[in-house]
């Protein structure tokens, strides 16, 4: 995984919306469509095992002498990714922008007044292992060492790939291996399906904003998923990779097709200068959740990566066979056992049908933190 730092100036407040009639795509979950019928799709699982050692991205090696029985993530993708591959029973602690998560109310808060980490709260927690997403400072990151905490920092994802390295990661340090390849072979059976789907049709021109004034160039996991999806990024034509202020008079020139918003933009396509675009035009725009737009975490690529490509290629997306999470199963890395384990949809049902109402803030893991404008104060954030 490759390390990249860029400062975004967001606004703090965040509207959660619907999609409005003209829109080409919906947020939140996508709907349901064909899945693989009676196909597993396998993923071998690495090894679990301990003592386990690991640079980080304060350039430490972190050793952990077992599996931790609990956990305090810093950073909602971590959290995500936690649920999402059976650990979600050993976090103890997390932020206010994982407040979506179903049973998150449960855990200890540790978020500051304001913006960043309590280290006071954190400490409180007393987890045996803190995941700290790469917008946390070094400078939160020793003080918690200091504290006699063990701390791991990641790097940022700049692509689907480094998304699946952080969770199978994440699913090593934390004792969930197994559950980590099921979610990655989950991730990358979708994301597969959408790019095959697509392959051969006629790419849209998109941009996605954040809000700010900021759209997301190439080298980005946001750029991968439109790309998977059947869409060509035009802002990662102008300006390259990462995340880049794009002036309003850009935004025209670059005359997308289709307009990708969160949920709290979604009547922005009604205002210049996305009004003056042929996506503006035509009404043409694709809302997803803000949260799996935002977080580079197995669940946020399958159902940001299906809902984009539902919006720039609906007949192609409804004509796909997805896969499903009962579809997945895992072989364990030693001969024996032969058998599989199979996983079901049930849990993250339940737990993304909250997802809709949630708001978005600072600190999302690789995706950055998004704002609303309206409001009064500016934050610097970064994608991790």
Same mark, same amino acid.
């Given at each position: 995984?490759?390390?990249?730092?860029?400062?975004?100036?967001?606004?703090?407040?965040?509207?959660?919306?619907?999609?409005?009639?003209?829109?080409?795509?919906?947020?939140?979950?996508?709907?349901?469509?064909?899945?693989?019928?009676?196909?597993?799709?396998?993923?071998?699982?690495?090894d679990c095992s301990?003592?386990?050692?690991?640079?980080?991205?304060?350039?430490?090696?972190?050793?952990?002498?077992?599996?931790?029985?609990?956990?305090?993530?810093?950073?909602?993708s971590a959290a995500q990714t936690m649920w999402e591959i059976g650990g979600k029973e050993q976090v103890v602690g997390l932020d206010q922008n994982a407040q979506y998560l179903a049973g998150a109310e449960s855990r200890t808060n540790v978020s500051a007044a304001g913006f960043g980490y309590s280290t006071e709260a954190v400490v409180g927690t007393e987890a045996d292992l803190v995941l700290a997403a790469n917008i946390v400072s070094n400078d939160t990151v020793a003080a918690l060492r200091n504290a006699g905490m063990t701390v791991y920092k990641f790097e940022s994802a700049t692509s689907i790939e480094d998304v699946a390295n952080k969770t199978a990661l994440i699913g090593q340090l934390t004792g969930n291996c197994e559950g980590a390849a099921e979610a990655n072979a989950w991730m990358n059976a979708n994301v597969d399906t959408a790019a095959e789907v697509t392959a051969d049709l006629d790419r849209p021109r998109v941009l996605v904003p954040l809000g700010g004034g900021f759209v997301v160039g190439n080298?980005?996991?946001?750029? =991968?998923?439109? &790309?998977?999806?059947?869409? $060509?990024? /035009? +802002?990662?034509?102008?300006?390259?990779?990462?995340?880049?202020?794009?002036?309003?008079?850009?935004?025209?020139?670059?005359?997308?097709?289709?307009?990708?918003?969160?949920?709290?933009?979604?009547?922005?396509?009604?205002?210049?200068p996305f009004s003056l675009t042929t996506a503006g035009e035509n009404n043409a725009s694709v809302v997803v959740n803000a949260n799996y737009l935002?977080?580079?975490?197995?669940?946020?690529?399958?159902?940001?990566?299906?809902?984009?490509?539902?919006?720039?290629?609906?007949?192609?997306?409804?004509?796909?066979?997805?896969?499903?999470?009962?579809?997945?199963?895992? =072989?364990?890395? &030693?001969?024996?056992?032969? $058998?599989? /384990? +199979?996983?079901?949809?049930t849990a993250t049902a339940t737990e993304t049908a909250t997802e809709q109402t949630t708001t978005e803030g600072p600190g999302f893991g690789a995706g950055a933190a998004v704002a609303a404008l309206g409001a009064g104060a500016a934050l610097l954030a970064r994608r991790d």
């Open positions: 995984m490759r390390t990249r730092t860029t400062l975004l100036i967001v606004l703090c407040t965040l509207l959660v919306g619907v999609a409005p009639a003209g829109a080409v795509g919906a947020a939140g979950a996508p709907t349901a469509h064909a899945s693989v019928d009676n196909a597993a799709v396998q993923q071998s699982v690495p301990y003592p386990l050692s690991s640079t980080d991205a304060t350039g430490t090696e972190v050793t952990i002498e077992e599996a931790p029985e609990t956990v305090t993530t810093l950073g909602p080298e980005t996991f946001i750029d =991968a998923m439109v &790309t998977a999806a059947g869409g $060509e990024n /035009v +802002a990662a034509e102008r300006y390259g990779s990462g995340y880049t202020e794009a002036s309003d008079e850009v935004i025209v020139e670059l005359d997308p097709e289709i307009i990708v918003f969160q949920p709290w933009m979604a009547s922005y396509i009604g205002q210049e935002s977080q580079p975490a197995p669940r946020s690529v399958v159902y940001a990566t299906r809902n984009l490509t539902e919006g720039f290629h609906p007949d192609a997306a409804a004509n796909a066979e997805w896969t499903a999470r009962g579809d997945v199963s895992v =072989a364990t890395a &030693t001969p024996t056992p032969t $058998e599989t /384990v +199979a996983m079901t949809e």
